[in-house]
């Protein structure tokens, strides 16, 4: 029985390792992915425009314009910008119509996020320019409006054609409500959380915007609590109704999005912990046992010649054999529940030998630790005393 439990234990301790390492690899991977927005310059902050004063677009899209310029005068300042939306944290978006497409109700068409933001927004957030141009104060007039396009838009919408010129509409039956002109096109970055897939997106001046909430991005060389009463000064300056909420730098909002997956990593990184500690007192427990039950016969063998090695050699094996089986059946508990984590861990695809190998490595650490003690002290064993024992 206490083999059998012993052998339970390096099984669970072998399955819990393997998932440890996958979701540490998972929990890095997914943040390695979003580095380009985990940063200290960037401070966001949101402000709501529910006042009857902000009930018309052009006041609201005024707003916007001041609010982003007063704070670029700002020291410690180097540039500012208002969007529709932060990164990670969801969005809104349209149907549209590309190339030679024309409305069709039977015809599922592309599904493309739209952010509306300030000219400065993409310099503001650090995000590259990959080809063309950004918005400028000539694409907010005229019936055809510039916008810009991410690389995953491209990628669908213009796989083998040159993207600057191409023409965006609105997928409906009359006078589209939106015509753009391709301006740019600006590197991905995820809208819907940090291990979602990147969707299409197109970026507008601030002009048809239907919402009431603004994100303001800021660009500063200065730290969060010295900049914040300067932010908060200058919107008392422009309506000392408004107030700021959810003041974040940008690496704030990625450690908020990815909390989920730390946690999750941290509890399974305790169990495992706690399952090799098992492991390691059930191993120690059971090989003293085991060494008390046959002290007399390893008197014998140190009686007629038996030397500190081979006594050793006989406890780690014995130990030893009870770890390999609990490993083949960790083993196989792991490739049952591959599919399970791989639906879970970020960035898991298919079987990975390395993390095998790590949760191989950890329980065995566990067990040498364990064996040793019992294995000196059968080393150290006298033979008269150990063949006078009952």
């Not at 540490?24 to 902050?45: C, F, G, Q």
């Not at 399952?275 to 191993?283: D, I, K, N, T």
């Not at 016969?297 to 770890?323: C, H, K, N, P, T």
């Not at 006298?382 to 024992?389: F, G, N, T, V």
């Amino acid at each position: 029985m206490l083999r059998g439990l012993v052998i339970a234990q390096v099984a669970v301790a072998f399955v819990l390792a393997n998932s440890a390492v996958l979701f540490a690899r998972s929990y890095l991977k997914l943040v390695e992915d979003n580095r380009l927005l985990s940063t200290d310059a960037v401070v966001t902050a949101q402000v709501a425009l529910h006042s009857d004063r902000y009930k018309d677009e052009a006041a609201r899209v005024r707003f916007w314009y001041e609010l982003a310029e007063r704070m670029r005068t700002l020291p410690g300042v180097t540039e500012a910008a208002v969007s529709s939306k932060l990164p990670l944290e969801g969005g809104s978006n349209t149907s549209a119509l590309f190339n030679d497409e024309v409305y069709d109700p039977t015809q599922r068409r592309m599904l493309v996020e739209r952010t509306s933001v300030t000219e400065s927004y993409h310099t503001a957030m650090g995000l590259r320019l990959i080809k063309g141009r950004l918005l400028q104060s000539e694409d907010r007039v005229g019936d055809i409006r510039g916008v810009l396009v991410n690389q995953t838009l491209v990628a669908k919408a213009w796989p083998d054609k040159e993207p600057l010129g191409e023409l965006i509409r609105a997928n409906n039956a009359g006078d589209p409500w939106f015509k753009a002109r391709v301006v740019g096109v600006v590197e991905d970055v995820r809208q819907w959380g940090p291990d979602q897939e990147v969707q299409p997106e197109m970026y507008f001046t601030p002009e048809g915007h239907w919402g009431n909430n603004a994100f303001l991005i800021v660009r500063t060389e200065l730290p969060m609590q010295q900049l914040a009463p300067l932010l908060r000064r200058e919107l008392a300056a422009i309506d000392s109704e408004l107030a700021f909420r959810d003041l974040r730098t940008m690496r704030q909002v990625v450690q908020g999005s990815t909390q989920g997956q730390r946690v999750l990593a941290g509890l399974v990184n305790f169990f495992m912990l706690t399952a090799l500690g098992l492991v390691a007192v059930g191993l120690y427990g059971t090989l003293s046992y085991h060494v008390q039950q046959r002290t007399r016969e390893i008197g014998v063998r140190v009686a007629i010649g038996a030397g500190r090695s081979e006594i050793l050699r006989l406890v780690f094996g014995q130990g030893g054999r009870w770890v390999m089986v609990g490993l083949a059946i960790g083993l196989v508990g792991s490739l049952a529940l591959s599919s399970a984590v791989r639906a879970i861990a970020y960035g898991v695809e298919s079987i990975q030998f390395g993390p095998l190998a790590l949760a191989a490595l950890a329980v065995g650490i566990a067990a040498i630790v364990a064996c040793w003690l019992p294995a000196q002290r059968a080393a150290r064993l006298d033979p008269l005393e150990a063949l006078r024992a009952d």
